[in-house]
């Protein structure tokens, strides 16, 4: 059977048409776009909110009316000196009165150390044959310093006390630096694996550009599914679809609605999207460096869409997998006839975009070239993984021509069952049509010959 696209302008226009003048898709419409536009405004609110909840739980106000500690004494054992001026850089020991005692005077204190008195005493031990310092702080048994404030003020000494040990050494800062830096330490990978992660690409850059290619995809997915089978649905009930079939061709039916869904839906990312970059441009300059925008800006990294090539594979999986669930939704969104089937209908072409949408939030993580080659070649999940795959140097160039060719061999076959069954379909007013039965109005021949045997 051929397929024929007779009258496909006529119901796009007419569907996008219609779908405009419907208040539930405009309210729809607008509804998303606010959401969208506001969405980096909320998750600031939000964040501020969290900071303020974390700050008033563990955050020591250093101001001297509200301290618990009411003198600290701090008795320096070691050959490192310290003097008040170099507490002074210290926020929180320059808002408290410091007393420095000499080697000895801490055991007679120690025993009469109030509820609101703070000792701190740094050592050496040469015991191992290498010098050990430690800073420690002491309260009294009864003491009403709260535990947060006690580490706070012997942290606080000890940072200014380490500073001075190294410049006491006559290091200079760059060394100091070099040598508090720390060192971070990978763990242990394989020859095969270390050369195949060796492309340029960051884990930043490849999480970055998964987790937005993998919402985008979500969201078109998730409302053009929605939209597609409903309105194929409420064609039904209005007896629209029997006008329509006997003037235009039944697959021009399916695809142009799935085309009129595309620009609607498109219409609202790019809407929204762009509402979006608006309000988070407001947010971070109004808050600048503390809006958690910028925090999520600098978590996640999208300069791999700025090359030309990537940003075109992208583009053009992004259609191929539109097309794919667009047209899966249209064959199920056929075969039932009431508003109560919908949910049945949806189900399986969401719980195929949810495992796609969950292998590429973790695609940058997943580096076995066997197994990226594998899910790069599954129909529908691989339409959220590939490109990801192939911009991290997982998967090369032939893989990739082989993930398009699978793809588009099976969005014809899509194509193919839903030229041959929809107009049955579309008439059926019933109960809904089981996906077994679908397949046999497609492919009548085999299931003939089957039965012969």
């Known amino acids: ?3 024929r696209l007779g009258g496909l302008r006529e119901v796009f226009s007419f569907t996008l048409r219609e779908t405009f003048k419907d208040k539930r898709y405009r309210s729809s419409f607008i509804g998303m776009i606010v959401t969208l536009t506001l969405m980096p405004v909320i998750t600031n609110i939000s ?4 900071a303020n909840a974390a700050v008033s739980s563990f955050e020591v106000n250093v101001s001297s009316d509200n301290l618990a500690t009411g003198q600290v004494y701090v008795c320096n054992k070691t050959d490192v000196p310290v003097t008040a001026d170099d507490l002074q850089e210290s926020e929180l020991l320059s808002a408290l009165p410091v007393k420095f005692l000499e080697d000895g005077e801490e055991t007679a204190l120690l025993k009469e150390l109030s509820d609101r008195e703070l000792l701190i005493i740094a050592s050496r031990d040469d015991s191992s044959g ?15 310093i709260g535990t947060n404030e006690q580490e706070s003020i012997r942290d606080s000494f000890a940072e200014i006390y380490s500073t001075l040990r190294y410049e006491s050494l006559n290091l200079s800062q760059s060394a100091i630096g070099s040598i508090t830096g720390g060192i971070s330490i990978a763990s242990p990978v394989s020859e095969e694996k270390y050369h195949l992660g060796d492309t340029g690409v960051t884990s930043d850059e490849l999480m970055g550009t998964a987790i937005l290619y993998a919402v985008a995809l979500m969201i078109l997915v998730s409302l053009s599914t929605s939209f597609i089978i409903s309105s194929l649905v409420e064609e039904k009930s209005s007896r629209l679809v029997d006008m ?6 039944p697959l021009s039916l399916v695809l142009g609605k799935i085309l009129a869904m595309m620009c609607y839906v498109t219409a609202v990312l790019i809407c929204g999207g762009g509402g979006a970059l608006l309000s988070s441009s407001i947010v971070k300059k109004i808050m600048g460096s503390n809006s958690a925008v910028a925090d999520l800006s600098g978590i996640f990294d999208f300069s791999l869409l700025m090359k030309p090539a990537n940003a075109l594979i992208m583009l053009l999986t992004f259609v191929l997998a539109y097309m794919l669930y667009a047209i899966a939704s249209g064959v199920a969104g056929s075969a039932i006839s009431n508003p109560e089937d919908s949910q049945h209908a949806m189900s399986p072409i969401m719980m195929l975009s949810m495992g796609g949408y969950i292998l590429a939030t973790a695609s940058f993580a997943i580096t076995d070239p066997t197994a990226c080659t594998v899910l790069s070649l599954i129909p ?4 959220y993984i590939a490109p990801i795959f192939f911009m991290g140097g997982r998967i090369g160039i032939v893989v990739l021509i082989l993930f398009f060719l699978v793809n588009i061999a099976t969005l014809f076959l899509l194509a193919l069952i839903c030229a041959r069954t929809y107009r049955r379909l579309a008439m059926n007013d019933g109960a809904r049509v089981p996906l077994k039965t679908v397949f046999r109005m497609a492919f009548p021949k085999k299931e003939k010959e089957a039965a012969n045997v």
């Open 244 to 249: 329509l079939i006997t003037s235009v061709d």
């Open 47 to 50: 964040g501020l909110a969290g």
């Open 130 to 144: 290498l010098p050990v310092y430690e800073v420690s702080g002491i309260v009294s048994d009864e003491s009403e």
């Open 1 to 3: 059977m051929k397929i």
């Open 380 to 383: 529908f999940l691989s339409t």
